[in-house]
């Protein structure tokens, strides 16, 4: 069974900083994709952050140069657990939404299309005040 649980979310000032990390099991971690996403209220579900499968990381247009993403696998009594996390900088009130972590079943790219992911976390609300 996948499941994917965020946390790390919280209230910051503007120009401050935040970690998110998401727990993921239940899939193939090497075959699958991953990627962060945010949504703020009233607005579409937007990518922030793309993890193919091949490693690479990609980040979108808006977020470039403030957040990091990265990746660790850690496999425990046979059991593969893959935690993605989310580092972000120099938060601005833009940055205010829930944040989810997701995974795309291959094959896959890495994309930002929402529609393209198969499983999703609860999410983890980020608030950014001036």
């Known amino acids: 069974q996948v499941k994917l649980v965020e946390s790390g979310g919280g209230s910051v000032q503007a120009g401050g900083s935040l970690s998110l990390s998401c727990e993921a099991s239940?899939?193939?971690?090497?075959?699958?994709?991953m990627g962060w996403f945010r949504q703020a209220p009233g607005k579409e579900r937007e990518g922030v952050a793309a993890?193919?499968?091949?490693?690479?990381?990609?980040?979108?247009?808006?977020?470039k140069g403030r957040f990091t993403a990265s990746k660790r696998l850690t496999i425990s009594s046979g059991n593969a657990t893959n935690t993605l996390y989310l580092q972000m900088t120099s938060l601005n009130p833009e940055d205010t939404a829930m944040y989810y972590c997701?995974?795309?079943?291959?094959?896959?790219?890495?994309?930002?299309?929402?529609?393209?992911?198969?499983?999703w976390g609860q999410g983890t609300q980020v608030t950014v005040s001036s």
């Open positions: 239940g899939f193939n971690y090497r075959r699958n994709c």
């Open positions: 993890i193919p499968s091949d490693g690479r990381i990609l980040y979108a247009d808006s977020v």
């Open positions: 997701a995974a795309e079943a291959p094959p896959c790219d890495g994309s930002f299309e929402p529609n393209q992911y198969n499983y």
